[in-house]
C-alpha cells in the first residue's frame, strides 16, 4: 500500500464505447433501455421466484440467486457507460476504479460458478431423478450458493490487491468503458507479470474447471437422454436444460473471446464488443431465456398476471411511469451534450426545450429528431400563450371538468361536504379523561400497579416475540400465530396503558380530539384483530387434533400468512367504521370521558347529536367481529372435544394439554369483552365498564404471554435452550 501512495495517478478516465458523436445519443438510448430491461426482468424473476410456491424448488432457487448476481453485475458496468455517451471526459477515481474492478471480478466469477451448480442440479434431476430431493436438499443448495459466494470472493480480492500494488504514471486513459483488467495492465508502468500469471492461473482454474464440470454434467445428461425409450420423453429433457445452455453459450463464449487469446492479436473494438455482450446483454437475456424457454415460469408468470385487475392496472400505470421517465431523460440528456454560448436569454417563463435549442451554438438536429417537430417556430408570442394553456390552465381545468361532468364524484364530494359541514358544528376541542379512580390515596398505588402491569407486559410479549424468531423448535403453525397475537397485545396495552398512568399523577388527563380519534381507532383495531387471532389459533388446535395427517397442508406457510392478514384486515375494516361513525358525532360543551381512555360507549354519552348509527354499527360489526369469532372458537373445540374422547386415556391428557393454554387465554378476553359490551344500557354502570375494560386492555395482554410460557413445554424448551446457550457464550467469554 506504501508504494501505491508513489503513484502519479489520483483518477482515470474511461473512453467508452465510442468516440463517434453522432452515435453517443442512440447508444445511451439503446444501453438505457437494455438497463431497464435488465432491472425489471431480474426483479421481477426474484419476486417472481420468491412469492411463487410452484418455483420453490432447487433449480429456481440457483436462478434466483443468478437474477441476483445479473442484477448487481450489470449496476456495476452500465451506469458507467452510459455516463460515457453524456459527458466529454467520464472520470473515475482511482479508489472507484479499484471498486468497480474488485465487485466486476466478484459477479464474474460468482455467475460462471453459478452456471456450474445450476448444470450440476440438471445433472441430478435427470441422471438420478429419485434421489433429487435427498441429494438437493435445501442444506446442500445453500452450501452450493456459499460455495460460490466463497470462490468469486477467493477470485476477487488476488485481483484487486495485485492491482493496487501497480504503479500509473501519466497516462490515466483507459482505453475501455469500464475498470477491467487487461486495459488497466497497459497503463501500468511497473511489472505486470504477478499480475498476468494471477489472470492465467486463477482465471484459467475457474474457467476451466466450471466449463470442465459443466461438459461433464451435460455428458452424462446426454448419455441418460440417449437412453430414454420415446421421443416425447426425449424432448423432453431436452427442454428441461435447453435454457441453461443458451445462458452458458452466451456468457462463456464472450469470456473466452475476451481473455483466453494471444495478446498480439487483441483488438480493443473487438474486445469492447466482446465486454458488452457480457457486462450488459447477457444480464438481460438471462431472466428472458428462462421466461421464455421455461413452461413452469411461463405459467406463473401468466397467473400472476391474471390474478386480479388491480395488478393489471398497478402494471398498465407502471409502464406509463417508466416510458415517461426514459422520455424526459431522453429529453435532458440530449440537452445537456449541447453547448451554450455567452447569449442565456431563454424567450419563455420557464426552461422548455424549443427555447432552449435556439440559444445552442452547436448541432440540435438529433434533439429536433427526438421532438418530432421544427426546432424553431415563427411565432414566439402564439407558443407562450400555449404554453400557459397545457402547463396552467389545463392542470385546473382537469379536477373541475371530471367532478362538475361525472355523477358519481359529484355525489361523493357533496357527501364529504357535508360531513364536514356536520362536524364543523362541534364545539368540542378535547377531552378530559376521568381516569380510572378519583380517590386520591389510591392515585400512587395504583400508579406503580399499572406500571408493574405494563412492564411485565411489554416484556413478557417482546420476549415471546423474540424466544420465536430465534428458536427453530418453535417455527410452526401455532407459535406463528402466537408471535402475532404477543405483537397484538404489546401495541394494544401501549394504546391504553400510558395515558391510563398519566390520569394518576395529573388533575386534568387532557387529550385532544384528534388524538382521542386515533386511541379509538387503534383501540378498535387491535381489539377486533385479537378477538378474530385468537379464532384463528382455535382452527389451528382444531387441524393438529383433528386433521394431524393434514395438518402441513391444511395450515402451510402461505395459508397461515394469508390468515393473519385477514385478521388484520377484519381489524382495520371494524376500526374505520366505527371511527368513521364517531366523526360524524357532534360534541358540545360536556367534554369530560368518563373513563380512563378514548371508548366507544363513553364518547357516545356526550354526544348531543343522535347516534343511532353508531349504536347500528356497533351491534352489525360486534355480530361480525364478536359472535362469527366465538362461534368459530366453540365448534372448534367441540370438534376437538369429540375427538379427544376418541383417544385412549394416554393420549388425551397431552392432547388437552396442547389447547388449555389457548382455552384460558380465550376465557379471560371474551368474557371481560363480553361483560362491558354484551350487555343492556340499563343494566350497565361506568364502575363495572371500567373494571372489566381494566381486565381486558391491561391485564389480558399480560397474562397472555405467562400462560402460554408457563402452561407449554416447547415454549419452555426453546426458553432454556437459550439460557443455556447464553451461559455457555458467557463461560467461554470468561
Known amino acids: 500500500m506504501a508504494r501505491q501512495n508513489d503513484s502519479a495517478v489520483t483518477e482515470f478516465v474511461l473512453q467508452g464505447l465510442t468516440d463517434k458523436p453522432e452515435l453517443q445519443l442512440p447508444l445511451f438510448l439503446l444501453f438505457l433501455g437494455i438497463y431497464g430491461v435488465t432491472v425489471v426482468g431480474n426483479v421481477g424473476m426474484l419476486f417472481l421466484i420468491t412469492f411463487s410456491s410452484n418455483l420453490h424448488a432447487p433449480m429456481y432457487f440457483f436462478l434466483s440467486n443468478l437474477s441476483a448476481i445479473d442484477l448487481f453485475y450489470s449496476s456495476v458496468i452500465t451506469p458507467k457507460l452510459m455516463e460515457n455517451f453524456v459527458w466529454e471526459q467520464s472520470v473515475i477515481s482511482y479508489p472507484g476504479c479499484m471498486t468497480q474492478l474488485f465487485f466486476f471480478c466478484f459477479f464474474a466469477t460468482a455467475e460462471c460458478y453459478m452456471l456450474t451448480a445450476m448444470a450440476y442440479d440438471r445433472y441430478v434431476a435427470i441422471c438420478s431423478p429419485l434421489l433429487y430431493n435427498v441429494t438437493m436438499s435445501p442444506k446442500v443448495c445453500s452450501m452450493l450458493v456459499t460455495g460460490v459466494y466463497i470462490m468469486a470472493s477467493i477470485e476477487a480480492v488476488p485481483y484487486t490487491i495485485s492491482m493496487i500494488m501497480l504503479f500509473f504514471c501519466e497516462d490515466n486513459v483507459i482505453h475501455h468503458y469500464f475498470c477491467d483488467i487487461l486495459p488497466l495492465l497497459k497503463l501500468s508502468c511497473s511489472i505486470t507479470y504477478i ?110 398476471i391474471g390474478m386480479s385487475r388491480l395488478l393489471y392496472n398497478v402494471m398498465l400505470v407502471t409502464g406509463i411511469y417508466i416510458i415517461t421517465t426514459f422520455g424526459s431523460m431522453a429529453y435532458t440528456i440530449s440537452t445537456i451534450r449541447l453547448f451554450f454560448s455567452s447569449d442565456n436569454v431563454i424567450y419563455l417563463y420557464f426552461c422548455d426545450i424549443p427555447p432552449l435549442l435556439k440559444l445552442s451554438c452547436s448541432s440540435t438536429y438529433i434533439n429536433a429528431l427526438l421532438l418530432i417537430l421544427p426546432a424553431t417556430s415563427n411565432n414566439m408570442a402564439q407558443e407562450n400563450v400555449a404554453s400557459v394553456l397545457y402547463t396552467t390552465v389545463i392542470p385546473v381545468l382537469n379536477p373541475l371538468i371530471y367532478c362538475l361532468r361525472n355523477k358519481d364524484v359529484k355525489d361523493v364530494l357533496s357527501r364529504v361536504m357535508g360531513k364536514m359541514a356536520a362536524g364543523n358544528h362541534s364545539k368540542v376541542t378535547e377531552f378530559i379523561l376521568a381516569g380510572l379512580t378519583e380517590t386520591p390515596e389510591l392515585q400512587l398505588p395504583l400508579f406503580l400497579f399499572f406500571l408493574g402491569v405494563h412492564v411485565v407486559t411489554v416484556l413478557g410479549n417482546r420476549s415471546m416475540i423474540t424466544l420465536i424468531r430465534l428458536s427453530s423448535h418453535v417455527h410452526t403453525p401455532m407459535y406463528y400465530f402466537l408471535s402475532s397475537l404477543s405483537f397484538i397485545d404489546l401495541c394494544y396495552s401501549t394504546v391504553i396503558t400510558p395515558k391510563m398512568l398519566v390520569s394518576f399523577v395529573t388533575q386534568k388527563n387532557i387529550i385532544s380530539y384528534p388524538k382521542c380519534m386515533t386511541q379509538l381507532y387503534f383501540f378498535a383495531f387491535l381489539i377486533i384483530s385479537e378477538c378474530h387471532m385468537l379464532a384463528v389459533m382455535a382452527y389451528d388446535h382444531y387441524v393438529v387434533i383433528c386433521k394431524p395427517l393434514l395438518y402441513n397442508v391444511t395450515v402451510s406457510y402461505h395459508v397461515c400468512s394469508w390468515m393473519v392478514v385477514e385478521v388484520y384486515m377484519m381489524g382495520l375494516i371494524g376500526a374505520t367504521a366505527h371511527t368513521g361513525c364517531m366523526l360524524r358525532v357532534v360534541f358540545c360543551k360536556d367534554k369530560i370521558v368518563n373513563h380512563y381512555f378514548c371508548d366507544l360507549f363513553p364518547l357516545l354519552e356526550l354526544s348531543c347529536s343522535s347516534t343511532y348509527i353508531n349504536e347500528v354499527v356497533l351491534l352489525c360489526f360486534s355480530i361480525v367481529n364478536f359472535l362469527a369469532p366465538t362461534l368459530t372458537i366453540l365448534f372448534s373445540y367441540v370438534s376437538i372435544i369429540a375427538s379427544i374422547l376418541r383417544i385412549r386415556s394416554r ?66 424448551v426453546a426458553l432454556n435452550k437459550i439460557i443455556e446457550k447464553r451461559l455457555s457464550c458467557i463461560n467461554e467469554d470468561f
Open 651 to 716: 393420549g388425551r391428557s397431552k392432547a388437552f394439554s396442547t389447547c388449555s393454554s389457548h382455552i384460558l387465554a380465550v376465557t379471560f378476553f371474551y368474557g371481560s369483552a363480553a361483560s362491558v359490551y354484551l350487555q343492556p344500557s340499563n343494566v350497565s354502570t361506568m364502575d363495572q365498564g371500567k373494571v372489566s375494560s381494566v381486565f381486558y386492555t391491561v391485564i389480558v395482554p399480560m397474562l397472555n404471554p405467562l400462560i402460554y410460557s408457563l402452561r407449554n413445554k416447547d415454549v419452555k
Open 195 to 304: 499480475n498476468e500469471l494471477l489472470v492465467v492461473l486463477v482465471g484459467g482454474f475457474n474457467a476451466l474447471a466450471t466449463i470442465m464440470a459443466i461438459i461433464i454434467s451435460y455428458a452424462f445428461i446426454l448419455c441418460n437422454i440417449l437412453q430414454i425409450p420415446s421421443a416425447e420423453g426425449k424432448s423432453k429433457a431436452f427442454s428441461t436444460c435447453g435454457s441453461h445452455l443458451t445462458a452458458v453459450g452466451f456468457f462463456y463464449g464472450s469470456i473466452i473471446f475476451m481473455y483466453f487469446k494471444p495478446s498480439s492479436s487483441s483488438n480493443m473494438a473487438q474486445e469492447k464488443v466482446a465486454s458488452v455482450f457480457y457486462t450488459t446483454v447477457i444480464p438481460m437475456l438471462n431472466p428472458l431465456i428462462y421466461s421464455w424457454r421455461n413452461k413452469e415460469v411461463r405459467n406463473v408468470l401468466r397467473k400472476a
